[in-house]
């Protein structure tokens, strides 16, 4: 179930990562990943797009249009901080992973990881 908080005139929609995931399967949701890129480059959501907090910029995001936009990080700390940040900028709906990236590999959901073994990549979790 998606929770919805009303923020800046806006609407903050906090997904949990089952809905995520399925949205994002669906091909209904687009996950933007807020972390640095070493945070990413260790692990991350395949298929995710990159766009750290620390050069983020609401007015350069695409268009919601058939797709819903849901930030995430590793907590959700930084994720609702990116989402507070579009609302204030005039966004009308936006929507952020509750429990980041944690809540995302404690639910068991597949994900993308550095092999210590080989230094390559592996999946780790769920059916992707």
Do not use: N
Request: aromatic residues 8%; glycine residues 14%; hydrophobic residues 40%.
């Amino acid at each position: 179930m998606v929770d919805t908080v009303e923020v800046d005139g806006g609407v903050l929609e906090q997904w949990g990562p089952e809905e995520l995931h399925e949205a994002f399967r669906k091909g209904e949701a687009a996950i933007i990943d807020v972390r640095t890129p070493q945070e990413f480059a260790f692990e991350h959501i395949r298929g995710a797009l990159l766009d750290p907090l620390a050069s983020f910029e609401p007015s350069a995001l695409p268009s919601q249009e058939g797709k819903r936009l849901v930030f995430h990080c590793g907590s959700g700390v930084r994720s609702r901080r990116v989402a507070e940040a579009c609302l204030a900028a005039g966004f009308g709906r936006v929507a952020h992973l509750e429990g980041g990236f944690a809540a995302w590999k404690q639910a068991g959901l597949p994900y993308v990881a550095i092999d210590p073994a080989s230094g390559g990549q592996r999946m780790v979790g769920g059916e992707a």
